[in-house]
């Protein structure tokens, strides 16, 4: 994936009201909209270089968009709408060994009363495959984690993804792991013991884990490998 705005990299002052950072721009504080809900955790602190996109449209209240920051080791991917472009591109790229032979990709599949990220429509000896999407940034006890905060929302995506996979589809979690500093992953037991509970158990029912590690750099970001996980 490529940028497809001009980028700036530069300075990050601060986050606050969890949207907003303060960036340094020709020697002038200027706001950036933060794409990221969580807490962040690991991934800035004050005067660490960071990337930017800048956008022309008019219509826009902030023109900057945080995008990358830099820990002095890593680029971490920060923007988590990426993440599903990430796999989107991957998919179609045919990157993925576990997903090869689809040739239907839906982004924002409705069922029920929720969406999934992805469906491919199987065909033959394929199933039917739902795709569940989260994007990591949270580097741990030197391991990349998942949620960094207590998220009630990816708890219910993963039993809703052990009921499709008692219904006799294919069900998968995707983490994308934007940062280069880490060699495996985790679930976050110490920040929501019930997530971890709650994948440990989607794996044991059948649900798929994939854990995929991106290179980043202020190009872009590509799939660089798979990376182990702990159940």
């Known amino acids: 994936m490529q940028w497809d705005s001009t980028t700036i990299t530069t300075v990050l002052k601060k986050r606050y009201k969890r949207f907003l950072a303060d960036i340094l721009i020709q020697d002038k504080i200027e706001v950036a909209h933060v794409p990221n809900t969580g807490s962040m955790t690991s991934c800035w602190e004050e005067d660490w270089v960071c990337l930017v996109t800048e956008s022309n449209n008019p219509a826009r209240k902030l023109k900057y968009t945080l995008e990358l920051t830099h820990n002095g080791v890593s680029?971490?991917?920060?923007?988590?709408?990426?993440?599903?472009?990430?796999?989107?591109?991957?998919?179609?790229?045919e990157i993925l060994?576990?997903?090869?032979?689809?040739?239907?990709?839906?982004?924002?599949?409705?069922?029920?009363?929720?969406?999934?990220?992805?469906?491919?429509?199987?065909?033959?000896?394929?199933?039917?495959?739902?795709?569940?999407?989260?994007?990591?940034?949270?580097?741990?006890?030197?391991?990349?984690?998942?949620?960094?905060?207590?998220?009630?929302?990816?708890?219910?995506?993963?039993?809703?993804?052990?009921?499709l996979k008692k219904a006799g589809h294919r069900a998968c979690m995707v983490y994308v792991v934007q940062r280069e500093d880490v060699d495996s992953f985790k679930a976050a037991q110490t920040i929501d013991p019930q997530y971890a509970r709650l994948l440990q158990e989607a794996h044991q029912a059948g649900v798929e884990v994939y854990v995929y590690q991106c290179k980043l750099t202020e190009e872009g970001i590509e799939w660089k490998k798979e990376l182990p996980w702990n159940p």
Do not use: M
């Open 75 to 93: 680029w971490i991917g920060v923007n988590t709408a990426n993440a599903n472009k990430l796999v989107k591109e991957w998919l179609k790229a």
């Open 97 to 163: 060994s576990p997903f090869l032979g689809y040739k239907k990709i839906t982004p924002e599949k409705k069922v029920g009363a929720s969406r999934f990220d992805f469906f491919l429509e199987g065909h033959a000896n394929l199933p039917d495959c739902y795709i569940e999407v989260k994007n990591v940034t949270l580097k741990l006890d030197d391991l990349a984690q998942f949620p960094d905060a207590v998220s009630e929302r990816g708890q219910k995506h993963l039993r809703e993804l052990v009921e």
